[in-house]
Structure formats: C-alpha cells, structure tokens
C-alpha cells in the first residue's frame, strides 16, 4: 500500500480482501435485520396459502382472543371479524391499529 496525502493505492489482494470483509459485514447487518423481523410458523404459511387470513393467523400466533386484540386495536369484534373472514377491507387507520396490536408490519399483515 501506498499513501500520499490525497490518494491511497491498494495492491490487488488488500483490495480484494477488504471487498469480502464489506461483504460480510453486509451480510450481518441483514441477518441481524430480519432475526427482529416476526415470522409466521410454517403452518401457517400453508393456512395462509390456502387463503386464510393473515390477520387470523397473527392474532392466533400471538394468541389472543378477537375479543382481546379487537379491544387492543380500538374496533369492534364484529369489524375484526369480518377483516378476518376477509368481507371488509380496513381503513389504513384500522390496519396500522391492527398491525401495531400484533407488533407486526402493515406487509405482514396485507401482503
């Protein structure tokens, strides 16, 4: 390596090595990111899939009641369950309402 007071020149393998610990430390910081991200287990994917709805599947992943996260996210249970059976399409109030209830991102929900 050498070093002027405006320029630094790298032979290639010091160029190449420090690429890969940037690489690397890319990697962590996404591994890092989705670790916090909430996942659904894969049964519920596959209830998912078959067309339930994902707000179902959350509120039972957390296990609460429609009773417990409809009182949580300031709607009725009657709202919530129509959401669920997917007869009503919620505000984007009542959907962040829902989404901050469950501790999950408006795309896990209405993805």
């Known amino acids: 390596?050498?070093?002027t007071a405006e320029q630094i020149t790298?032979?290639?393998g010091?160029?190449?090595a420090l690429l890969a610990r940037l690489e690397d430390a890319e990697d962590r910081a996404v591994i890092a990111e989705r670790r916090n991200d909430p996942t659904l287990p894969l049964a519920a994917v596959e209830r998912?899939?078959?067309g339930e709805s994902l707000v179902t599947?959350?509120?039972e992943e957390r296990g609460l009641s429609q009773r417990a996260l409809a009182s949580a996210a300031g709607i009725s249970p009657?709202?919530?369950n129509e959401i669920e059976r997917k007869k009503k399409v919620p505000?984007?109030?009542t959907a962040r309402a829902l989404a901050d209830a469950l501790g999950v991102g408006l795309d896990d929900l209405f993805a």
Do not use: F, G, K, P
């Open 1 to 3: 390596m050498t070093e």
């Open 10 to 12: 790298l032979d290639r």
């Open 14 to 16: 010091e160029y190449e």
């Open 48 to 50: 998912h899939l078959a």
């Open 57 to 59: 599947l959350w509120r």
């Open 78 to 80: 009657a709202m919530l």
């Open 91 to 93: 505000s984007i109030v």
